[in-house]
């Protein structure tokens, strides 16, 4: 799932700044499991910007709500009311929420409150890794189930660099060494042969390196 | 974000055991859990709600429900019934016997009740409440039936009893003593338009051997009720021996002891694993002296010149009665022998005098000789006369009798409406699951509080009363000791995104996944909180408690707190640990008065919401108070606690407010006395960074 | 022969390789270059220019190269994947063989966190091995990575790197064997401090037999003093410093660390060229240049052959 996190306090109070009424807006999927942006953040950010407000002798005006997902046209407008009373709507989905409310909503201002981090899961209650980075090329079935994509910080396809050591990953220790797991999971599996293979350029024009990329069904259009 | 969820349209939830085995269904968990967060007046409430007899109840109920009790699958039951005495003496008896008790509006009809044990009591109290004239003829001089000529005083003091009717007085009842009914018709004819007939069973029996009939060989009911009466029964120097193994026998037995009597034995039946009184009768009255003969029959009374000289018994493996009444078992040969005494009291059971009833047969009996009712209306075969308790069912227990009253006052009601009395009667309510051995594995084990009682050599020579009643640090300690069962987290389901955190925090492995959202299982739920205060989609919540409650009650203490200028300190207490100490109430009571505390029950229902919602309402400082670490009732409450106050802390940071108006305190239940000393470091802090920034208009 | 550069002859007429190594500066001082190349002349056999080393900006490794070049050294310049995606890199290739360097050693770069720059964006495009197999594509096939011909094509003796001491250490001898397959015509290691560990990864080298497939230069490089032994020991990733080495500098009078830096780097070098299959050393004294002359000679690999 999209893995988020608050920004902090300070630059939120700079964003909504100019503005009186202000709707902060949760999303019910993706940042509620990350933990950044679901109902229960919406109150924590409410009362601490409330408090903000009031420390400063403004009497910004703060409502809060959720949605089930701020992605799709139909959720947020359940919520269209409160959009349209409010100066400015302070979103604490994903960056395709945000940009879902701008789009749907041309003239009100729409503000992040969170900055999206990554696709990724939760290891363990409170920790939550990266997994996938989309490329649009999926390699897991040349690799163990073990994306050296979104997993090595060098993006390496062909073994791991001289940085691995212990396991771990020299850009940051608390991060398992992508090809170490490759070659562990390989060896498992009796597959260590495929690491000998050399591994062809990778097709960046499938990541965003192609433009913004966009899928058509048009089996599915109506 | 979605609409709630329609209750209205979910089946009746489970009721926690202990509420299920109480006939009158009383909310044990409703005033256990009220004692346990100090508020002794709710709980008193709670319980004299479905109970017109609280005080009787808190000191001789036969507490069917701490049998049921599932902290008796963990350790040993809660004590609830020496709590429910807890709640009655700390109720403030000036505020009324049942404050807030609605009357209706008086009504023209009269009913007439025969009897005034509990059923009688409760079915009068009932229907003075819906405005009914309503007349209690009792036989005996005083009121209270078998309470008054039944329970030894060593049990129930008198003046329990007169505490209680004196109420009904005032509800208009109208008590007409020393007046045994003859003639129901007669009743009828007065203008009574229903009579409820709860009359006990006062009849002891006696078995038909030899020489049973001699002057030295009394009836259980009959001596109880004389030395009742207050005639002066002196023992003396008299071997007495009971026949009969119930805990009438062992009031028998006890009150035997405190005449005087050189020596006293029972014997029964039954052995020891069978026995039917109550386990712990029968260990008082050994400890007092009692000796027990089990597995006996009994052949004859042997005398000579007409002086009893013992009883002649037979070893019997005994299995039960069979359903003609006859005993199954078998006699070892051999085995017979004498037990001796010069005073042999029956004491194997007791039934109904109905000799009362019309001659005409036209209110029926069973073949057990008792009265024959409709069970669910509790209508005998005469319109308009209705039947219950002891004179019904054969013995049974005050609070059985209780049910029967209400009960009763439910079909008077309809009846004298014209409705159809089975359509006001609640269906049976539905029992939680037991608890699963993996949620008993992760409870933390507490010890039972013992209930102080007189010496045993001090009791066994008078009439007074053997239990003294818990302290208020007893009553705190023993009702923590409550699961809460039933009262835990619900999920709403369309707010689940399966999100797993429930999974993952439960300290008691309780929540699961099931069609695609969580699912905390009510039987298994420990309440603990650490589930809805984590939730991400708020999509838990709690029964006993809500956000809104919270924030509301966070909101009243800051403004309370706002007093002569001192920082206006806000404090989550937990009553499990850091307020649980003696006299936590008095210590609650003497903070001074910016200094406001929310007790809470475990510092992981404090949600980090509620932290910032002090400061949002203009607390200058804020604690949290919880047990000492590895002390938590739910294992790591305190630790979820500890951790959002450093969440917040940080959040305060970020706020330029100071992180040092926020701090956690891990307290054991000794330190509860210095609570003013240690919120005193925090106001020290308090002061330094000044009054808080945030002023709400 | 495949290109004719000075290192490559003398590999291949069979001497015992020295190479060394000159870190540009991190300005546009032309003159530093001059001084660095002139106390390694001569020295050694060629000299490699880090790209970037340790992801902080310096002068650029080809243009170095070229300076080299006109000084009369033989260059080998470093190309990381880091900073050039594949666009980049060839044009770059191209314009360095034009001028006329022959020497290229292909490397993945250390990670920009660890540099001046630790937001910047890093390319990684390609991998080394993706790099050294581009390379000679370009030289053996004159074409480029997207399959188009080119007229005159870079001719590089290719180079990779290892680090026998990184994990998993089963499978370094087969990343070896895949770089060689890839194109790589030479190895430099990573510094080699523990000799023991080194000959067990070589002795792995040679049953693979991937030393007759490519000539290995073993790294070394001298310790100035205790401090840089042990932040090397415990803070530098994918680098083995047994304990007897720290030891053996701090068993000499301060004065005399220096000195005992260049013996002991020397005695590596002594004991390295009895390990069957190593083909030369590649000595690392980055910004200690003037201790290289000293080093090669003190292992008795001074002068060097002309081939």
């Given at each position: ?8 306090i ?10 009186h009424?202000?709707?902060i ?5 993706c ?33 809060e709500?959720?949605?089930q ?13 409160q959009?349209?009373?409010a100066?400015a ?17 041309p ?56 940085g ?14 992508a ?44 | ?128 409440r ?45 008590f ?10 007669a ?17 002891g ?14 009836l ?19 071997h ?10 062992i009031?028998?037995?006890?009150t ?6 050189a ?138 009798a ?6 009763a ?7 004298l ?43 066994k ?13 007893q ?28 999974v ?34 708020k999509?838990?919540?709690m ?10 009650q ?56 509620y ?76 002061k330094?960074l000044?009054p ?6 | ?19 060394g ?19 390694l ?24 190269g ?12 470093q ?120 000959k ?32 090397m ?13 720290v ?36 000595v690392?004294?980055?910004e ?20």
């Open positions: 799932m999209i893995k988020a996190q608050q920004k902090p300070a630059e939120i109070k700079a964003l909504i700044a100019p503005y009424r202000i709707l807006l949760g999303c019910g999927t940042v509620t499991i990350s933990f950044a942006g679901g109902e229960k953040e919406v109150g924590l950010l409410a009362s601490s910007l409330r408090i903000a407000s009031a420390m400063e002798g403004q009497d910004k005006i703060f409502a709500a959720t949605v997902r701020q992605c799709e046209w139909e959720f947020i407008d359940a919520v269209a009311e959009i349209q009373q100066d709507v302070l979103s604490l989905a994903c960056g395709i929420g945000v940009q879902a409310l701008a789009e749907r909503y003239d009100k201002v729409v503000l992040p409150g969170v900055n999206t981090t990554f696709l990724g899961m939760a290891v363990e209650h409170g920790v939550l890794v990266e997994r996938c980075r989309a490329c649009g090329d999926c390699i897991l079935g040349l690799t163990g189930g073990v994306c050296p994509i979104a997993r090595c910080a060098k993006n390496l396809l062909n073994g791991p660099c001289g691995s050591q212990n396991g771990k990953c020299e850009v940051n220790p608390e991060l398992d060494c090809w170490q797991l490759i070659y562990d999971r390989l060896a498992r599996l009796g597959q260590l042969d495929r690491l000998a293979a050399l591994m062809p350029y990778k097709d960046w024009s499938k990541d965003y390196d192609g433009g913004p990329r966009k899928i058509v069904r048009e089996d599915l259009r109506l | 974000m979605s609409n709630l969820s329609d209750r209205s349209t979910l089946p009746a939830e489970p009721l926690p055991p202990c509420q299920v085995a109480c006939p009158a269904h009383t909310d044990v968990r409703g005033y256990i859990h009220a004692i346990a967060r100090g508020d002794f007046e709710e709980a008193y409430r709670i319980a004299r709600e479905p109970n017109p007899l609280p005080y009787i109840c808190g000191k001789v109920c036969a507490h069917p429900c701490e049998t049921e009790c599932r902290r008796g699958d963990v350790d040993e039951p809660v004590a609830i019934c020496a709590l429910k005495r807890f709640a009655t003496e700390q109720h403030d008896l000036s505020k009324g016997h049942a404050p807030g008790l609605t009357v209706a509006e008086p009504k023209e009809e009269k009913v007439a009740i025969v009897g005034s044990g509990p059923g009688g009591l409760t079915a009068a109290h009932d229907l003075a819906m405005g009914y004239k309503v007349t209690v003829f009792e036989a005996y001089p005083k009121v209270g039936g078998m309470m008054q000529y039944g329970i030894p005083l060593y049990r129930l003091p008198r003046e329990t009893i007169d505490l209680e009717t004196a109420p009904l007085k005032d509800l208009g009842v109208e007409v003593t020393n007046q045994r009914v003859t003639d129901v018709d009743l009828l004819a007065d203008g009574y338009k229903a009579v409820f007939l709860a009359v006990g069973s006062h009849v029996r006696k078995l038909r051997i030899p020489n049973a009939d001699l002057p030295d060989v009394w259980n009911t009959e001596f109880l009720r004389r030395v009742a009466l207050g005639e002066k029964i002196d023992l003396r120097g008299r007495v021996l009971v026949l009969g193994g119930g805990n009438v026998a009031d028998v037995a006890r035997a002891l405190r005449l005087g009597a020596e006293v034995s029972m014997t029964c039946l039954e052995s020891c694993t069978t026995q039917p009184a109550h386990p712990w009768e029968i260990k008082e009255a050994v400890e007092e002296g009692v000796q027990m003969f089990h597995d006996r029959t009994f052949k004859e009374i042997v005398a000579e010149n007409g002086k009893v000289k013992g009883v002649r018994c037979v070893k019997v493996n005994f299995r039960g009665f069979l359903p003609t009444g006859a005993p199954d078992m078998d006699e070892f040969p051999e085995t017979e022998h004498v037990l001796p005494a010069d005073l042999v009291i029956f004491a194997i059971g007791q039934g109904p005098d109905l000799s009362f009833l019309p001659q005409d047969g036209s209110i029926a009996q069973t073949p057990r000789r008792t009265i024959q009712v409709n069970p669910v209306t509790l209508a005998t075969t005469k319109p308009g006369v209705f039947a219950g308790g002891d004179a019904v069912t054969g013995v049974g227990f005050i609070i059985d209780i049910a029967a009253g209400h009960r006052a439910r079909s008077i009601d309809a009846y409406r014209g409705l159809d009395p089975a359509s006001v009667q609640p269906p049976e309510p539905q029992k939680l699951n037991d608890l699963q051995q993996k949620t008993i594995s992760h409870i933390r084990h507490l010890k039972r509080e013992e209930m102080p009682m007189l010496d045993v050599n001090q009791r020579f008078t009439f007074d009363e053997v239990y003294l009643g818990y302290t208020e640090a009553a705190i300690r023993a009702a923590h000791r409550c699961l809460t069962c039933g009262a835990g987290a619900r999920v709403e389901e369309t707010k689940c995104i399966a999100c797993l955190t429930c993952r925090v439960c300290p008691y492995e309780v929540p699961l996944l099931a069609r695609g959202t969580a699912n905390v299982p009510v039987d298994q739920c420990q309440a603990c909180g650490i589930c809805a205060t984590e939730c991400p989609a999509a838990i919540s029964k006993l408690y809500s956000d809104e409650d919270m924030i509301k966070i909101r009243d203490a800051v403004r309370k707190a706002k007093y002569n200028g001192e920082p206006a300190i806000v404090g989550f207490a937990c009553r499990y640990c850091a307020y649980a100490g003696e006299d936590a109430n008095v210590v609650k009571a003497s903070l001074p008065a910016n200094v406001q505390t929310i007790d809470v029950l475990c510092t992981g229902k404090v949600d980090a919401l932290l910032l919602k002090a400061f949002e309402f203009g607390a200058d400082g804020v604690f949290v108070a919880g047990c000492l670490e590895g002390e938590c009732h739910n294992d790591k409450g305190n630790v979820h606690a500890a951790k959002r106050v450093a969440y917040v802390k940080g959040l305060l940071d970020e706020l330029a407010l100071g992180n040092a108006r926020l701090e956690m305190f891990h307290m054991s239940p000794d330190q509860c006395a210095n609570m003013a000393e240690v919120v005193s470091t925090l106001i020290t802090k308090v330094e000044g808080s920034p945030v002023r709400r208009s | 022969m495949k290109v004719g550069s000075n290192l490559e002859k003398v590999l291949t007429s069979g001497y015992f390789a020295a190479t190594e000159l870190g540009p500066p991190k300005s546009a001082d032309p003159g530093v270059i001059r001084h660095k190349a002139s106390l002349k001569g020295y050694v056999d060629a000299v490699n220019i880090t790209d970037n080393q340790t992801a902080i900006v310096r002068m650029s490794s080809i243009s170095v070229i300076m080299l070049l006109q000084l009369g050294l033989e260059p080998t310049i190309m990381t994947c880091r900073d050039r995606n594949r666009l980049a890199i060839q044009s770059d290739l191209l314009g360095a063989a034009a001028h006329g360097v022959k020497n290229l050693l292909c490397l993945t770069g250390d990670h920009q966190r660890f540099g001046n720059h630790p937001t910047a964006r890093g390319v990684y495009d390609l991998d080394s091995i993706q790099l050294i197999q581009m390379v000679k594509t370009m030289r053996d096939e004159k074409k480029f990575a997207c399959g188009e011909e080119m007229d005159v094509e870079p001719r590089f003796f290719i180079g990779a790197a290892e680090n026998p001491f990184a994990d998993p250490f089963d499978y370094r001898p087969y990343r070896l064997a895949k770089k060689i397959a890839a194109g790589a015509d030479f190895i430099q290691t990573q510094l080699i401090y523990n000799v023991p560990k080194f067990e990864f070589m002795k792995r080298v040679c049953d693979l037999g991937l030393h007759e497939k490519c000539y290995i230069l073993a790294g070394v490089g001298p310790i100035k003093s205790v401090g840089m032994a042990r932040y020991q415990t803070s530098v990733p994918g680098m083995d410093v047994p304990e007897e080495i030891a053996r500098l701090k068993g000499v009078p301060k004065d005399q660390v220096r000195k005992e830096g260049i013996k002991q780097c020397a005695d590596i070098i002594s004991e390295i060229r009895e390990i069957p299959g190593v083909a030369g050393v590649h690392m004294a980055i200690w240049e003037e201790a290289v002359p000293e080093i090669l000679e003190l292992a008795g690999l001074l002068p060097r052959p002309k081939v």
